[in-house]
């Protein structure tokens, strides 16, 4: 039997002698809005933007290969509530809707006598689009502030989960907060903004300024929206960015003090994740998310702690998928996982070659695939009909198909290409895509069918439209 084998099946025994345990009476959710992982400091970040977080690290068990199903929220959202992916929850792009059929996490803990709750600072997310099924008490707080310079800032968020930690009784809960920042536009408070230098965040063979483009996918270009006055150079959108991240650090710190401070944190399931990531000019690709599946788009961070139900300090590199969240949550709380779900709750043994999955926002173009160290990324060729990219956004519609892996372990930036010099590797894994998309199709299909048999879904409202098109979601 190999270490690896003989770790987990000591792993296994010491989860099972935890389970003996009563499971968590509560559960709080914590998404945080473009987050990538390598940005805190508990997967190695060199700058000090999550004290906090980091903090619990030491009472968690943090996943340290989270891939997101999609670089764009609704999608990997919905993959976070359902534990499944795109196709099968139906949500293919922001703005759409979750179907009415699709069980969500909330109404299984709902059924499970949780009080559910929830507090969103994206509006995409909002009620009507079918995420605030399964909850007694769901909005975007009134006092959000939607336009600089608070622009979506999370103190709304954490006064309003306050407010409901206050009436929740003795009854069990389920809290899901989701905090905007630090998605841009980048607008941090300037008491955050003022601790990280520019300087600091200047990379080399780099112009120190850029153009701002009036579109939102051109490559070596500042998008429109994330224009901040008329700042073009982009040290000065990485830092802050990554003031952003420590301003979100203190609202989590907020909410668990206030668990904390209400005798409610030692039995509570506390998780916290991201739904994507964001370029910050890895491939040319700048302060954006949604095209690319590169690991800056969609490698996010997953803690979980659970007391006497997951070990705490541990570190787990297994290959997973945020797919896998609400099975988890299930799992830890001992109650039924849905049999149609298709993540696989994170305390079991992984299986031989964990894999995880993701597709871009325009979900024909780029798909990818994280197998422990190695990553593979396809990108099928432009339609014909298409007209000519312009030279600078050739790599992202390229006129023939594109094939790419890189070993993340000595290449985490995804500069050099083993798909010509590994070519055995770059087939099977070509292979376990194919036929992951393939299922995927006839997944899809069979959810746009009962969405036509359902009177499909509803028309986006043009309230929404104005946000999505006001934070960059639409051109």
């Known amino acids: 039997m190999g270490g690896g084998r003989i770790g987990w099946v000591l792993v296994a025994m010491a989860l099972a002698c935890a389970c003996n345990s009563h499971p968590p009476r509560h559960v709080v959710l914590i998404t945080i809005d473009t987050l990538r992982a390598d940005h805190l400091g508990l997967y190695g ?21 989270v891939v997101a199903p999609s670089p764009v929220t609704a999608p990997s959202v919905a993959s976070i509530l359902t534990g499944l992916n795109r196709a099968s929850h139906g949500v293919r792009a922001n703005g759409e809707s979750l179907p009415a059929y699709v069980p969500t996490l909330a109404e299984m803990l709902k059924a499970h006598g949780f009080r559910t709750m929830a507090r969103i600072a994206n509006p995409l997310l909002d009620a009507p689009r079918g995420f605030g099924r399964g909850f007694d008490d769901y909005a975007v707080p009134r006092t959000l502030v939607q336009r600089p310079p608070e622009m979506m800032g999370g103190s709304p968020v954490v006064e309003e989960a306050l407010r409901l930690l206050d009436g929740v009784g003795d009854a069990p809960f389920f809290l899901w907060l989701h905090f905007y920042d630090p998605h841009g536009p980048y607008y941090p408070p300037a008491t955050y903004r003022d601790a990280f230098r520019a300087d600091d965040y200047r990379w080399p063979n780099e112009p120190a300024e850029l153009v701002i ?7 070596f270009q500042i998008p429109k929206y994330q224009a901040v006055d008329d700042e073009r150079a982009p040290s000065v959108y990485r830092a802050r960015y990554d003031a952003e991240v420590r301003y979100t650090d203190d609202h989590v710190r907020a909410v668990v003090e206030g668990l ?52 705490a300090g541990r570190r787990e590199t297994r290959t997973a998928s945020l797919v896998d969240v609400a099975p988890t949550i299930l799992a830890l709380l001992d109650l039924p996982v849905v049999p149609a779900m298709e993540g696989t709750g994170l305390t ?32 099928p060729a432009r339609s014909p009909s298409s007209p000519p990219p312009a030279p600078e956004d050739e790599p992202i519609l390229p006129a023939e198909p594109r094939n790419e892996l ?25 292979t376990v895509l194919q036929a992951w998309l393939a299922d995927q199709h006839r997944r899809g299909e069979a959810t746009l069918a009962r969405e036509a048999a359902t009177g499909g879904p509803r028309p986006l409202d043009p309230l929404v439209e104005g946000q999505l098109r006001a934070l960059g979601y639409l051109n």
């Open 260 to 311: 904390r401070t209400r005798g409610l944190w030692d039995d509570t399931l506390f998780v916290l994740t991201a739904d994507h990531g964001e370029g910050m000019g890895e491939h040319g690709y700048y302060f954006q998310h949604g095209w690319y599946v590169y690991e800056d788009c969609v490698w996010v961070p997953l803690l979980v702690r659970a007391p006497g139900r997951m070990a």
């Open 406 to 430: 890189y070993d993340l372990t000595t290449d985490p930036g995804e500069l050099h290409d083993l798909s010509t010099s590994e070519p055995t590797l770059m087939h099977e894994l070509r």
């Open 45 to 65: 970040y060199g700058h000090p933007t999550s004290p906090f977080i980091d903090s619990l690290a030491a009472e968690s068990t943090v996943f340290d290969e």
């Open 213 to 219: 483009s009036t579109d939102r996918n051109a490559l």
């Open 348 to 379: 079991a043994p992984p299986p031989p070659e964990p894999t995880a999955f993701t597709q871009s926002y325009h979900g024909s173009s780029h798909a990818g695939l994280r197998r422990g160290r190695y990553k593979y990324i396809f990108t």
